[in-house]
């Protein structure tokens, strides 16, 4: 008789841990690649095509001046994953970079302790360490993906991995499944031009497919998906349907388009780009790719939605970064205006009573790594471990959330941002740089450094950022990039290989 109440007791510990696990909820991360704000509806673009985004910012929070940390695709996405800053593992543009150490502190492993089934699907250009690692750069990649906590991983560099070169497998996974099922030459002869290839095979939309198959084989344990799509980034590319309603007529003048970056440090005004023809090249493809974009994103809240799994998954989206568009006369991004810095963070808790509002309160996109743990009811431990704070005060409309400012990184420059300044200074090995003060009240658009005017405000903001790097770790220095050989012409190969027979 007590062997029998026990094992009864036993079977009932065991159902209340599954119904406790249960009510944990599941929490989506979707991460876009290169998003410029500004080409949304929910910041007034109305010839964007971005409903589905749209509607999750109405439904949820949106954070209005939300800052991403890196200003490239590497810096913001191994810096977030692991909590720290880029000056922390010396990170500030695409190029050389050792990789995360072994054993660092990343967020999936603390999902993981406690509890959760987690999956990387999509663009990763996250660097965890390989070491000790055999097998293809495939096999190591999804090896190294799984150290930092992934228990599923489907991880592509992006669409510009399919070149004009022979195909090597084991190098990509997105190229050995287009050689797998035969769609490699298609690709391969459609590069840089509108695909079509089948929406499932289409690299985006293959991330959607692997998407809803991971959720819906989730049964009992909750989940984190950690969805990566590689759109909006360029190249401009998908099927003619996403272009067909845009028009020349419908592009938007770039913010302060004629900017001559007079008394802005050289380091901060990377890649010019004044034709117009190239801005509205640029602008046609960007509006095509987000379309494109957001459609995938509502098939995705749609499965959610059909696995009955709304009223328990949180959904957090974001991009990496954005992207300069002509603007300030600049094309790409490694820089620290605020179309690059701001990454459209929006937060919807379907359990929550505080939706349905903007927050215009400057956040840092790594403060989601806190506020999604406690979400999972993870340890104090790792709660604790990243830099960053809870979103939690702002998400319940409460007071509470601490921090003054928010942080971006770029090559030799940091910056501090309020809801009245933004203040941009040199890290002290950039020798010959200098500080910048743009009064965001009065000069929204960044146009006019007015340090030089300000004596008692830039005094502020230096000891502002003096108490935040003695707190925030050391600053490390990335290794110079490699010049770029100079490509021959054809004339001039045609000549040298004359002149050798």
Known sequence: MKLKNILITLSLIGFIGSVHAQQKPNIVFIEVDDLPAHY????????AKTPTIDKLAKEGIFFSNAVSQGTMCGPSRNSLITGVYPHNIGFYQNGPFDGLELNTW????????AGYYTAHVGKSHIHPSEKGLKGSKVEKGREAHKRLGFDYVWQSLGRSVVGGKEPVRGKDAYVDFLLDNG???QMKKERRKNSTLPTDVYLDGLYTKLALEFMSNQKEQPFFLWLN??????????????????????MPTPNYVEDPGTDIPALLRPYPMTDAHEIEKEQLGNFANIYYMDTQVNIVLNKI????KTDNTIIVFFSDHGILVGDHGLNHKSTLYKEVINPSLIVYDPRSNNNGRTVDTPV??????????EWAGASKKDINTPYGESLAPLLQNKKGYTKTFAVAESPGYYTLVTKEYK??????????GFEVLFDLKKDPNEKTNIAKENPKVIKEFRLMAKEWLNNHGEVKIQAPMKPKKKKENKEKKAKKKKNKA
């Open 106 to 113: 990343a967020l999936p492993a603390a999902l993981q302790r």
């Open 183 to 185: 769609y490699f030459e």
């Open 305 to 308: 939605k059909e696995l009955g």
């Open 40 to 47: 949304t509806s929910i910041l007034g673009q109305k010839n």
């Open 364 to 373: 840092e996109l790594q403060d989601i790594l806190k506020t999604t743990m």
């Open 229 to 250: 799509y590689s759109v909006p980034h360029g190249p401009y590319d998908v099927a003619q349907k996403y272009h067909d309603p845009f028009t020349k007529k419908m």
């Open 423 to 432: 203040y941009i200074a040199p890290f002290e090995y950039q020798k010959d």
